[in-house]
């Protein structure tokens, strides 16, 4: 099947820097879009950015002008480049990836990573 695996999160001082990358494995055939989102305790999962293939990256307005959004097919790998950190970025942050299967390429499906803890915090 498909698995993705976060990397980078941690604790951070305000006005600090993380970089989170997301690696995508398993039969994928291509992948369509790949992003991260971001939960709160206490609040629901939130888009913070994404990018389509071949396509302009999008940003939560809360993010823009800090966060940056890449990727890699060749490594099937998106990273989040998060500078100016603030406290309220504090979240557990998910990668999501909707892509399609060796098995199914007639069908677009959605997978989510385990999610990765960043804390920005003095």
């Known amino acids: 099947q498909v698995q993705l695996v976060e990397?980078?999160?941690?604790?951070?001082?305000?006005?600090?820097?993380l970089r989170l990358s997301c690696t995508a494995s398993g039969s994928i055939f291509?992948?369509?879009v790949m992003g991260w989102f971001r939960?709160?305790?206490?609040?629901?999962?939130?888009?913070?950015?994404?990018?389509?293939?071949g396509g302009t990256p999008t940003y939560a307005d809360s993010v823009k002008g800090r966060f940056t959004i890449s990727r890699d097919n060749a490594k099937n790998t998106?990273?989040?480049q998060m500078?100016?950190?603030k406290p309220e970025d504090t979240?557990?942050?998910y990668c999501n990836a909707v892509l399609?299967?060796?098995?199914?390429?007639g069908t677009l499906s959605n997978y989510w990573g385990p999610g990765t803890q960043v804390t920005v915090s003095s």
Not at 39 to 53: F, M, N, S, T
């Open 7 to 17: 990397s980078g999160g941690g604790l951070v001082q305000p006005g600090g820097s």
């Open 30 to 32: 291509s992948i369509s």
């Open 78 to 80: 998106v990273y989040l």
């Open 83 to 85: 500078n100016s950190l």
């Open 39 to 53: 939960q709160a305790p206490g609040k629901q999962r939130e888009l913070v950015a994404r990018i389509i293939d």
């Open 100 to 105: 399609r299967t060796h098995q199914s390429l």
């Open 91 to 93: 979240a557990v942050y």
